[in-house]
């Protein structure tokens, strides 16, 4: 008889108590900060867009994408 295969593992996400603030990447470059930028949705899709404010704002966006006001959002 075989033993039983391991268990899998799940790998998780979670916020920092106070999250970074980003910044953008020069030429994609992480060693090359310019400069910072707030977390908000995208501005071609909702230009009376607002930064983000609980946490690191992925939850925030993650209700903008599935919004029913987004346009590229099948319905």
């Not at 295969?5 to 990447?25: N, R």
């Not at 400069?35 to 404010?53: G, I, M, S, W």
Request: no cysteine; net charge positive.
């Amino acid at each position: 008889m075989r033993p039983a295969p391991a268990a899998g593992a799940a790998m998780v996400l979670t916020d920092a108590p106070q999250p970074t603030t980003p910044h953008v990447f020069l030429r994609g470059n992480p060693g090359n900060r310019g400069v910072a930028v707030p977390r908000q949705f995208l501005e071609v899709l909702d230009p009376t867009r607002k930064p983000f404010t609980e946490g690191s704002g992925r939850l925030e966006l993650a209700r903008a994408i599935a919004s029913e006001t987004n346009p590229l959002t099948a319905r």
